[in-house]
T-cell receptor, first 109, second 115 residues
Framework: KQEVTQIPAALSVPEGENLVLNCSFT??????LQWFRQDPGKGLTSLLL?????REQTSGRLNASLDKSSGRSTLYIAASQPGDSATYLC????????FGTGTSLTVIP | KAGVTQTPRYLIKTRGQQVTLSCSPI?????VSWYQQTPGQGLQFLFE???????NKGNFPGRFSGRQFSNSRSEMNVSTLELGDSALYLC??????????????FGPGTRLTVL
């Protein structure tokens, strides 16, 4: 069974810092990997999707990478802002979608 | 393009009752997946419907069931509610076709509280 782990569980950084969130998975036979953010009590907002044949995707200040062979993905956030404060989740698509437990990010003004 | 809608947004029920939640996917999407989110267990997959057929199922008891209509709208039913069913129930919409990449889009969720 696919296991998805996100480290750290919580992260607090001052505004303006660059940061990296990590996602690891145990089964490399995936179709895609998707990063989401979730604000408290809300649904998930899709940030980036990386197909299994791709190595990275970029959107604005966000860059996500994928290394299937090592079972790892990273989400890089440049020049963090207080509005980036949220929980970030990664999900891998195999026969179903498997989610990590998330990283709770707080950006301090 | 309208996003994924879920109704109702909040529900309060008592143990033993049953509840039905509704999800309308993005226009043109044929797949709807349901998830349960709790602080202790995180996001857990319930089931996926594609073209009115259940395509995948997670590891939940038979009290949790669903269906999909010809317009791709989906409903999820929980019978004989237990306190542990209190959670945020999320549905996700995607195109759903095989051999293409599938990006999931989530609704705002239904917050179910069981007393």
């Amino acid at each position: 069974k696919q296991e998805v782990t996100q480290i750290p569980a919580a992260l607090s950084v001052p505004e303006g810092e660059n940061l990296v969130l990590n996602c690891s998975f145990t089964d490399s036979a995936i179709y895609n990997l998707q990063w989401f953010r979730q604000d408290p009590g809300k649904g998930l907002t899709s940030l980036l999707l990386i197909q299994s044949s791709q190595r990275e995707q970029t959107s604005g200040r966000l860059n996500a990478s994928l290394d299937k062979s090592s079972g790892r993905s990273t989400l890089y956030i440049a020049a963090s802002q207080p509005g980036d404060s949220a929980t970030y989740l990664c999900a891998v698509e195999g026969n179903q979608f498997y989610f990590g437990t998330g990283t709770s990010l707080t950006v301090i003004p | 393009k309208a996003g994924v809608t879920q109704t109702p947004r909040y529900l309060i029920k008592t143990r033993g009752q049953q509840v039905t939640l509704s999800c309308s996917p993005i226009s043109g999407h044929r797949s709807v997946s349901w998830y349960q989110q709790t602080p202790g267990q995180g996001l857990q997959f319930l089931f996926e419907y594609f073209s009115e057929t259940q395509r995948n199922k997670g590891n939940f008891p038979g009290r949790f069931s669903g269906r999909q209509f010809s317009n791709s709208r989906s409903e999820m039913n929980v019978s004989t509610l237990e306190l542990g069913d209190s959670a945020l129930y999320l549905c996700a919409s995607m195109g759903g076709w095989e051999f293409t990449y599938n990006e999931q889009f989530f609704g705002p969720g239904t917050r179910l509280t069981v007393l």
